[in-house]
């Protein structure tokens, strides 16, 4: 069983940044696969961002590569995902969620654990 822990959402300016957290309750090197997901308001989940926590491999949406990028401190059993020029449209929910691998990174029914959510607004 793994938890997660998201921070650092908040509301910003369209152009600005802002930095979320996924603090996992065990060595994330072990989970293998953490991923960043999106809710807008009554919309469905999308896949943002994962990161192979084992090698550093990433993968994107198209919609955020580019602005965002996702990266892990392992002293700190934390992912993060950095977020510049942010957007309106980027305005949702997010979660992480982890898995033993990524192959389906963006679906996420594959994923086992989840976070609670931070909540970002981007106004224009």
């Known amino acids: 069983q793994v938890q997660l822990v998201e921070s650092g959402g908040g509301s910003v300016q369209s152009g600005g940044s802002l930095r979320l957290s996924c603090t996992a309750s065990?060595?994330?090197?072990?989970?293998?696969?953490i991923a960043w997901f999106r809710q807008p308001p009554g919309k469905e989940r999308e896949g943002v961002a994962a990161?192979?926590?084992?090698?550093?491999?990433?993968f994107y949406a198209n919609s955020v590569r580019g602005r965002f990028t996702i990266s892990q401190d392992n002293a700190k059993n934390t992912v993060y995902l950095q977020m510049n020029t942010l957007k309106p449209e980027d305005t949702a929910m997010y979660y992480c969620?982890?898995?033993?691998?990524?192959?389906?990174?963006?679906?996420?029914?594959?994923?086992?654990?989840w976070g609670q959510g931070t909540q970002v607004t981007v106004s224009s």
């Open positions: 969620a982890a898995k033993d691998h990524c192959r389906a990174w963006s679906i996420d029914s594959y994923f086992d654990y």
């Open positions: 065990q060595y994330i090197y072990k989970t293998n696969c």
């Open positions: 990161i192979y926590t084992g090698g550093g491999v990433e």
